[in-house]
Nanobody, 118 residues
Framework: QVQLVESGGGLVQPGGSLILSCVAS????????MSWYRQAPGKERELVAV????????NYADSVKGRFTISRDNAKNTVYLQMNSLKPEDTAVYYC???????????WGRGTQVTVSS
């Protein structure tokens, strides 16, 4: 059974940090592009960060560039999102996504809530 399980969300004050983890199982993790998305209430889900299967060339939304870092450990079937200098506008449910687009294979996690508030 394919699973993506996010963890690490929670309540943090503005300027604080969190690291999110997404552990994958049930598929060949190392062949997939992994990404983090987020969705705030009433807003569309947006791409936050993406990393290739080999772990190179990470890309970020302009809103998080310089503050967030995506990484992956293929040996652990895990993708991470290190979030620093958090802002209230970062508040959202964060989802991880596995994507092998050439095979039309896309998997989503359940999401983890990140709330940035004083």
């Amino acid at each position: 059974q394919v699973q993506l399980v996010e963890s690490g969300g929670g309540l943090v004050q503005p300027g604080g940090s969190l690291i999110l983890s997404c552990v994958a199982s049930g598929f060949s993790f190392r062949w997939y592009t992994m990404s983090w998305y987020r969705q705030a209430p009433g807003k569309e889900r947006e791409l936050v960060a993406v990393i290739t299967s080999a772990g190179g060339n990470p890309n970020y939304a302009d809103s998080v560039k310089g503050r967030f870092t995506i990484s992956r450990d293929n040996a652990k079937n895990t993708v991470y999102l290190q979030m620093n200098s958090l802002k209230p506008e970062d508040t959202a449910v964060y989802y991880c996504k596995a994507d092998w687009s050439n095979l039309r294979l896309v998997y989503w996690g359940r999401g983890t809530q990140v709330t940035v508030s004083s």
